[in-house]
Nanobody
Framework: QVQLVESGGGLVQPGGSLRLSCAASGFALNGYAIGWFRQAPGKEREGVSCINNSGSTTAYVDAGKGRFTISRDNAKNTVYLQMNSLKPEDTAVYYC????????????????WGQGTQVTVSS
């Protein structure tokens, strides 16, 4: 069974850090581009960051540039999103997804999605 499972979300104070994980089962992540997306209440899902199977990365959310780092560990079949200096506006459900294409922020280009993990930044 092909499955993506996100974890690592939670409640964190402004300025704090979280590392999200996206673990795959049933298939190997190293053949795909992996994107992280987020969706806040009442807003559309937006691309946060993406990593190609070559290891090249792209940040799509200007607010996250310099604070969010995407990486992959093919041996663990897992992709990570390290988020530092978190702000209340980063509050959202974060999703990972796979694409057979190169990285893009277009959600329709991604085929398999996880169930999401909630990130709440609040004091």
């Amino acid at each position: 069974q092909v499955q993506l499972v996100e974890s690592g979300g939670g409640l964190v104070q402004p300025g704090g850090s979280l590392r999200l994980s996206c673990a795959a089962s049933g298939f190997a992540l190293n053949g795909y581009a992996i994107g992280w997306f987020r969706q806040a209440p009442g807003k559309e899902r937006e691309g946060v960051s993406c990593i190609n199977n070559s290891g090249s990365t792209t940040a799509y959310v200007d607010a996250g540039k310099g604070r969010f780092t995407i990486s992959r560990d093919n041996a663990k079949n897992t992709v990570y999103l390290q988020m530092n200096s978190l702000k209340p506006e980063d509050t959202a459900v974060y999703y990972c997804a796979t694409s057979v294409r190169r990285c893009t922020k277009v959600t329709d280009a991604f085929d398999s999605w996880g169930q999401g993990t909630q990130v709440t930044v609040s004091s």
